[in-house]
């Protein structure tokens, strides 16, 4: 079964630092990207930071030259540094793999339970 757990979501003051990590469990055959998502007002889901396979990386425009997505894809491990943090940041962030499970010739997308953010102001 494939997982993937989040961590170090916090309580931060505006103007501080979180970094966020993410690991990718389970019976894996192969992964394409790994990416960082979190909730909008509309309880919609926006991408903040996504990094390939290839080392790739791309963010939305509100968290560029502030935050940073990294990690191993190999080693099914990624993170996201969060500088510079906004009261508007307060956010549930979820972790999101699109991956080739043992079991399948698909990949698919899997996501984790998410990890609270709240900064304040």
């Known amino acids: 079964q494939v997982q993937l757990v989040e961590s170090g979501g916090g309580l931060v003051q505006a103007g501080g630092s979180l970094r966020l990590s993410c690991a990718a469990s389970?019976?894996?055959?192969?992964?394409?990207?790994m990416a960082w998502y979190r909730h909008t007002i509309g309880n919609q889901r926006e991408l903040v930071a996504r990094?390939?396979?290839?080392?790739?990386?791309s963010y939305a425009d509100s968290v560029k030259g502030r935050f940073t997505i990294s990690g191993d894809i190999a080693k099914k491990t990624v993170y996201l540094q969060m500088n510079s943090l906004k009261p508007e940041d307060t956010r549930m962030y979820y972790c999101q793999s699109n991956l080739r499970p043992r079991s399948t010739a698909d990949f698919m997308y899997y996501w984790g339970k998410g990890t609270l953010v709240t900064v304040s102001s």
């Open positions: 389970g019976s894996i055959s192969s992964i394409s990207n």
């Open positions: 990094i390939t396979s290839g080392g790739s990386t």
